[in-house]
């Protein structure tokens, strides 16, 4: 069964780097997203992406935050400087239509903040 | 806005019995769709089973089935004959309809559920 495929697993990163979440979504699907969960809470949305632009974005994307599908396949999520509260897993997802068949995630990236 | 609401932190249930979990949601929406979605301890997000609004018949997956309803506004998961590999969070998750083509809809989760399974 065809996957979402996100890397690392887990980065580990200081305070004010930049890092880069890496995802590659299903090769037919046409609508990505990002969510993040802050351990022990709620999965909360980040972003969507169709047709080379963001579609949606919550108050949490916000100017640190950006999307990039940089050659058709790979989708990423770039935190420019990061924070101790962007500690979190981090999740991809796509899917093929609009979404109301319900996503195809990712197994997420957990990214600690030191 | 909508919410979505757990109210349930943990429920514990007893292999080959059945458990059901809750969850309510608001919204001013006619139309749209909630999902169940279960993350065991790999963490990833798995898709349990999906309802659209308009339709009456609750949906129902092999071991899984939902009680949808609307005018409660209320769509809870059963699970039967309970199975180890179920011990997962469990989110309930709302979709509201997208209007415009090309746009994609956010998913708004509860807080989650976390089921244990005794053997």
């Known amino acids: 069964e065809p996957e979402v495929t996100q890397t690392p697993s887990h980065q580990v990163t200081q305070m004010g780097q930049e890092v880069i979440l890496r995802c590659v979504p299903i090769?037919?699907?046409?609508?990505f997203y990002w969510y993040r969960q802050i351990l022990g809470q709620k999965v909360e949305f980040l972003v969507s992406f169709y047709n080379n632009e963001i579609s949606e974005k919550s108050e949490i994307f916000d100017d640190q935050f950006s999307v990039e599908r940089p050659d058709g396949s790979n989708f990423t999520l770039k935190i420019r400087s990061t924070k101790l509260e962007d500690s979190a897993m981090y999740f991809c997802?796509?899917?093929?239509?609009?979404?109301?068949?319900?996503?195809?995630f990712g197994s997420g990236t957990r990214l600690t903040v030191v | 806005a909508q919410t979505v609401t757990q109210s349930q932190p943990e429920m514990s249930v007893q292999e080959a019995e059945t458990v059901t979990l809750s969850c309510t949601y608001d919204t001013s929406e006619n139309n749209y769709y909630l999902f169940w979605y279960k993350q065991p301890p790999s963490r990833q997000m798995i898709l349990v089973i999906r309802q659209e609004a308009y339709k009456q018949q609750n949906a129902t997956e092999n071991r899984f089935s939902v009680n949808f309803q609307k005018a409660a506004k209320s769509f809870s998961l059963k699970i039967s004959d309970s199975q180890l590999g179920d011990t997962a969070m469990y989110f309930c998750?709302?979709?509201?309809?997208?209007?415009?083509?090309?746009?994609?809809?956010?998913?708004?989760f509860g807080k989650g559920i976390t089921l244990s399974v005794r053997p």
């Open positions: 090769s037919n699907h046409l609508y």
């Open positions: 997802a796509s899917s093929r239509g609009q979404g109301k068949q319900g996503y195809t």
């Open positions: 998750a709302f979709m509201k309809p997208m209007r415009l083509t090309g746009a994609n809809s956010k998913l708004t």
